[in-house]
């Protein structure tokens, strides 16, 4: 079984300046050879300041290079040959390649670094989904030499990667019930990987179903009300109208919204006027979870920021 560890630095719009893949093999994948290693020119950005004060590839350093489309072939075929595929952050990485052409990656088994380490690591300390690490801190943290004056450069920073996830790896098997007394120790590894990435799942959904639940409640607000989320509660105050516990709370706060559009204040359009009528309808609402909490929250922030001219 093939595992490919990769990791990109950019220009603006996602245009890959620097790819580098590594392999790794055997058992537990613990032998590991470079496989592709390339700097590109980007095709639109001229300039990317913010970017090159991280990462100190300049425009110069490129303007002699080839587009990414001189490698998509090459590149394609060693993720084509890959059983596993391994990043940290890795989503950014995954788009700027299908950005330029790569196909294919939605159907591999892709592990990010990052994700592990809160899953094994750090979840049962009560760090949030959106407070994962960065490279530097997850590699410090599991005992990784860390360099930073060679960070951000796409070779080092995926070598690092693969270091992180193997100790990762040798975590998890701890922790995990062992394979098959019979099973070959070169499939060992994929045996655990596997069943790292169905816990994952489990894991991802159980705590975004948790995270998605919560209160909803109409505050007391000038001559009507608000409408307010709590994730803990429920809510006190002597301005609380009425409260209700809902499975997805954004959700909630979008519909909620939307059905009392018409009753918006003119002279504060967060304000609702409500009547009792109304304030029954919200007693009686409900909601299920149904695994599109976060979709539901992008809407809502995306809604907010154009009714403030954003």
């Known amino acids: 079984m093939k595992l490919l560890c990769f990791d990109a630095e950019f220009a603006d719009h996602q245009e890959i300046l620097e790819l580098s893949i590594w392999e790794a093999s055997g058992e537990n994948w613990k032998e590991r050879r470079q496989v592709f290693h390339q700097y590109v020119k980007p095709r639109t950005c001229r300039r990317w300041p913010g970017s090159q004060r991280v990462h100190h590839i300049s425009p110069q350093m490129v303007a002699d290079k080839p587009y990414f489309s001189r490698w998509r072939a090459t590149v394609q075929k060693l993720l084509d040959e890959a059983d596993f595929i391994v990043g940290f952050d890795i989503g950014n ?17 892709v592990v990010d670094v990052r994700d592990f380490h809160w899953m094994v690591n750090t979840l049962s300390q009560g760090v949030a989904l959106n407070s994962r ?59 655990f990987l596997t069943r790292y990435l169905s816990d994952w799942e489990k894991t991802l959904d159980n705590y975004q179903r948790e995270f998605a639940r919560g209160w909803i409640f ?3 607000w000038k001559e009507g009300c608000r409408v307010k989320a709590l994730q803990a509660g429920p ?37 609702f006027l409500l009547t009792e009528r109304d304030i029954e309808w919200f007693r009686n609402y ?4 149904d695994g599109e909490e976060q979709l539901h929250k992008r809407m809502l922030e995306l809604r907010q920021r154009e009714a403030r001219g954003l």
């Not at 609380?240 to 002279?267: C, G, M, N, Q, T």
């Not at 409900?286 to 979870?289: A, G, I, L, R, S």
Request: net charge negative; charged share 35%; glycine share 6%.
């Open 286 to 289: 409900t909601n299920e979870y």
């Open 218 to 220: 109409l505050q007391k």
């Open 133 to 191: 690490k960065g490279l530097q801190t997850t590699a410090e943290e599991l005992g990784v030499p860390f360099s930073e004056n060679l960070a951000h450069g796409a070779d080092y920073d995926t070598r690092v990667t693969l270091d992180c996830f193997l100790r990762l790896l040798e975590q998890y098997e701890k922790s995990a019930p062992a394979p098959a007394e019979n099973s070959d120790e070169s499939e060992r590894g994929e045996r």
């Open 93 to 109: 990485d995954i788009g700027a390649l299908a950005q330029e052409g790569v196909t294919g990656l939605e159907e591999k088994r």
């Open 235 to 271: 809510p006190t105050g002597a301005d609380v109208v009425e409260s209700i516990a809902v499975a997805a709370r954004y959700r909630a706060l979008d519909e909620i919204d939307r059905h009392f559009s018409r009753h918006r204040d003119s002279r504060d359009s967060r304000v």
